[in-house]
């Protein structure tokens, strides 16, 4: 039976990595991507700075808990972004079927590379000596038959490695695996899991796919195939993005109704931004807030056409948010997102705008 051969390319720590390369200052500190003040969220951090604990979406102030000589700087997207194409042009050197998941991890399949070398094991470690030479940077890379254990076989040498799993080893790779390591297992399900005696691969393989589908609905097709090394889905090189969303934590809590009108507007703009570059437009918006207390609400509107505009978006964000205003409680996070993607074509038609791993 002929295999795939899939490669998973994953930035090492992408952010900071690339902060320490434009700064040598920074080179060997513990180094935090993100704001420093009192609501600051960390973007990213050096293997440095996880030595100690921090990671990316931990609040500001527990990093520098964790690390008090932790060293922060602010994001440059734009540079990130542009690193990221470059990164995105060496591999379309030997596929067109490229998947980005973000600015730094993307799938590729090699099943019929551009540029054959023989196996996808060389092509990954070329694509990588290629990122090294050309932005400075480290990738690591997982090789396999399936976008599931590519993934799983990219984090298994980090930083800076390459690990192949062969479909003689994948079954067994799993096998003592915590399902919390699982590529599509979070946290809640992880524990809900552990409740129900599941703790490794191995036992998420005893259970039947009638067990699976009581307790986790349609996600039981995914969970009962990979549990045994099987993963049918093909690297999409045309996937639309589900959504595109931006959020701003404030640095002091809002109650009133025309402050919170000047501290979304700006994500109107970046939402909508995100959509043009990407050639995409949505029919759903969603608007989150967070309250003082965390706790934190959501609500949506849906609309028969795409949405045409940034104007439009700001009108229906701004009515579904109204009713939250004022607000004794303070809000201290708003945030904008935009689903139901389809391609930005249709919203111009109506409206001006056994192969060797």
Known sequence: MSHRRIIHIDMDAFYASVEQRDDPSLRGLPLAVGGSRQRGVVAA?????????????????TAKRKCPELVFVPPRFDVYKAVSQQIHAVFARYTALIQPLS?????????????????????????????????????????????FLAKLASDHRKPDGLFVITPRLGPLFVETLAVGKF????????ARMNALGIHTGLDLRAQSHAFLTEHFGKAADYYYGVARGEDDREVEADRIRKSVGAENTFERDLTQWDDAVAAVEPLFD??????ARGGHAGRTV???????????????RSTLEPIPSASVLASI?????????????GVRLLGVTISGMEPQRVLRSTSQLALTL
Request: charged content about 20%; some cysteine.
């Open 183 to 190: 590529h599509g297992v979070g946290p809640v399900t992880a």
């Open 317 to 329: 964000s701004l009515e579904l948010l109204r009713p939250c205003f004022p607000s004794p409680r």
């Open 45 to 61: 951090a050096s293997y440095e700075a996880r030595k100690f604990g921090v990671r990316s979406a931990m609040a500001s102030v």
């Open 103 to 147: 600015l730094d991890e993307a799938y590729l399949d090699v099943t019929q590379p551009l540029l054959d070398r023989g196996s996808a094991t060389a092509i990954a470690e070329e694509i990588r000596a290629a990122i090294r030479a050309e932005t400075g940077l480290t990738a690591s890379a997982g090789v396999s038959y399936n976008k």
């Open 286 to 300: 969603t608007i989150k807030v967070k309250y003082a207390d965390f706790q934190q609400i959501t609500r949506s």
């Open 270 to 275: 970046k939402v909508w931004a995100a959509c």
